[in-house]
Each structure stands twice: as C-alpha cells, then as structure tokens.
C-alpha cells in the first residue's frame, strides 16, 4: 500500500505589519545578506517596512528586480546574482511569479527560503512547487522541491492595498481546493507529492471550502474599503495556508488542468490564474457524473455575486479558434492524468463539450442574477 504525505511551511505567520518581524526572524537562523526578490511595485509598497529594520538588525540584503516571466532563465539569472553578491537565502516577495521563482532559486542555490506574498492573487505561497513558464509567457511545466519555504510572511496591511480583482482571483483558486481535493482523495489518486492524501490534509481542504463560502463576501467589501477586518483574515489564511496545503496534499482534477494550462493561448495572458482557475470549477460540474445540479446552480451563483469569471467570455477563451481548443484537449486527455480523479477515460470531445456547456451554465446564473436585481 503506498503510504501517506502532508507537506507543510516551516513557519506560517500572517498578521497586518509582520514584515516587520522579518529581520528577527533572520537574526534568528544566522542569515546575514539576503536577496531580496521582488518587483517594482512590491518594492515601492515593501521597501519602508522592510529596508531600515533590516539595517538596523545588521542585515545586508541585496536585490533583484523582477521584470520578466517565472521562467527557468531567469532563474539561472537569479541564481548568478545571488553568487555574486554573496547571498546566504532568498526573500520572495509579491505575488505568484516572484514567490515560485524564489523556490527554484533557492534548491539551485542550495539557501534557505522565505516567501512574503503581498496579493492574494493564489495559493503558492506555501507549496513546494514551481509553476515554470515559458519566455513569452506560456506554460511549460510544474517543478516540485524536496522542501517547501522555510517561511511564509503574510502580511495582511500589505496585502489589502492590492487591487480587488487580484484578491477575487485567490478566492476563486481556493474555493476550487476541496472540490479537487475530494475526487482525489476518494478516488486514492497519488498527489503531486508520489504519495496518497492524509484526513488532515482533506480536512484543511473541506475547512478552506467552508471559510470562503462564509466569509469571502464580507472579505471583499473589507477589501473594497482597504479595512483589515477578521472576516478578511481569515478569507487570507484559507487562501493561502488551507488552500495550499490542501491542493499539495490532496491533489487537483479538472479545475487545474484548465487554470493552468489555458496559459498555452496568447489569448488568456491577460486573464490571471484565478481566473482561469474559476471558469476551470464551472467546466468541472459539467465534466462530473454524479454532479447535484442544485448544488451546482448554488456554487456558480455564489461566484456570480462575487464577480468571478464564469463563462469562455469572461477570460476571454472564446477567442480561441475551435480546431485550436480541440488539439488543447487532446494533449490534455491522456491516461493517469488529473482529470481521472473526475472520471477515467474523459475524451477529448468531452472535455470540449463540458467547456462549452460550463459557458452556457455560467451564462444562464449571470442572466438570472441580472433579472433578480
């Protein structure tokens, strides 16, 4: 029997102003001249809170401005800096390219990792993977590390000056969580990880699912207003510590296999993984066979009041050319794969199906919503 694995941070802390704590936590594992990676908005937001503590700590940290894709090049270029300048760990932060890009900076450069997300945009912060893309910003592939970060830095007072659509975009990735994390477990798919789900990873799962359901309205008008509130916190912690430990742990299926690799269309670049991620659960109810359609009318609706894309117009898949989706969803239906954890041999013909009646489903909640208002 192949056994099971929970993958978890070393350190999870989130709180408005824990950049603050950064320094000290430095201090405390003897790291001296950190590279700090981050983008220029990031550093603009960051920099006052993190810069003059970490002198005043002793600490030299250097930097490298991130201004292209999480691609393996730039990581070989990130990597060179760090030799450079003497770097004993990597500082990632903002959203998801700076945060994955630190991890596959820090198991080539062999120092420890800290990642601070300042979005909420997905849940990659804690995982030990890398979602690579390609130079023009198309997917090539995921990587997973034998550790995950060392630490992750949430700070909440950071995290709410983002913009709102990258805030929705995180709810959508995390409300996706338990509906893959369940298939999988059930259907005793290994995870990304080789090995089987635990009940704690499942639970996590199932507890992301539930705190997003109850307070993720609240959580954006908290974001609307830019006022840290409980509700906010704790739509933070399920965004980003339950939801990724329960996908790492559990397992993705259909919903993935979209937000992920609908990167190959030049098309959807605009739209974020979230996105793509949240017409990704419609395309799910449709492809799943034991499916409660009340229960699917009552989740799409949820997602049409918060404002999440439920239709190909929505992030903009309609402007794919069909032959083009149909050779997408060959190289997508192959066995073992994800979409197994929904049902075991999803043809080609099915999947774009399933995509097609998940537009027209999104579309009829929109309309019915609209006419209710």
């Keep these: 029997m192949r056994g099971k ?81 003497g770097s004993d760990a990597i500082i990632g932060l903002g959203g998801g390219k700076a945060l994955d890009l630190s991890k596959g900076v820090a198991h080539q450069a062999g120092v420890p990792c800290i990642v601070a997300p300042t979005i909420l945009s997905s849940d990659a ?57 369940e298939p999988s477990y059930l259907s005793h798919m290994p995870t990304r990880l080789k090995y089987l789900p635990t009940i704690t990873a499942r639970t996590m799962a199932k507890l992301c699912c539930e705190v997003i359901r109850a307070d993720a309205e609240a959580a954006i008008l908290a ?21 990724g430990i329960g996908w ?16 190959d269309f030049p098309q959807l670049h605009a739209a974020m993984h979230g996105e793509k991620v949240s017409f990704g659960i419609v395309t799910q109810l449709m492809l799943d066979p034991e ?14 009041r918060l404002g999440l894309p439920v239709t190909m117009e929505d992030i903009r898949l309609d402007q794919v050319p069909e032959e083009e989706l149909m050779a997408w969803c060959r190289k997508q239906c192959v066995p073992g794969g994800r979409l197994d954890a929904i049902a075991r041999g999803i043809t080609a013909e099915e999947l774009m199906r399933a995509m097609h009646a998940a537009s027209a489903f999104g579309a009829t909640r929109k309309q019915r919503a609209k006419s209710q208002n």
Aim: charged share 20%; with cysteine; hydrophobic share 45%.
């Design 291 to 304: 499916v409660d359609m009340a229960q699917a009318e009552e989740l799409v609706d949820f997602m049409v």
């Design 5 to 85: 694995l929970i993958a978890l941070p070393s350190r999870y802390m989130q709180g408005a102003g824990v950049l603050q704590e950064l320094p000290g936590l430095l201090s405390e594992r003897g790291i001296r001249r950190p590279m700090l990676l981050w983008g220029h908005r990031t550093k603009a937001s960051t920099e006052g809170a993190v810069l003059p503590a970490m002198e005043q700590a002793g600490i030299q940290p250097g930097e490298y401005m991130l201004e292209g894709q999480c691609s393996r090049a730039e990581c070989a270029r990130v990597v060179a800096a760090m030799k450079d300048a």
């Design 125 to 181: 912060p804690p995982t030990a993977c890398t979602v690579w893309y390609n130079e023009d910003g198309s997917f090539s592939d995921t990587e997973g590390w034998p550790t995950n970060p060392d630490i992750v830095l949430v700070d909440t007072a950071e995290c709410i000056k983002a913009p709102l659509r990258m805030f929705l975009a995180g709810i959508a990735d995390s409300l996706a969580t338990y509906m893959e994390a």
């Design 248 to 263: 790492e742990s559990c397992g993705t299926a259909a919903v993935h296999v979209l937000g992920t690799r609908l990167a």
């Design 223 to 243: 974001a609307k207003s830019g006022v840290v509130t409980p509700a906010y916190e704790r739509v933070a912690e399920a965004s980003i510590l339950l939801s």
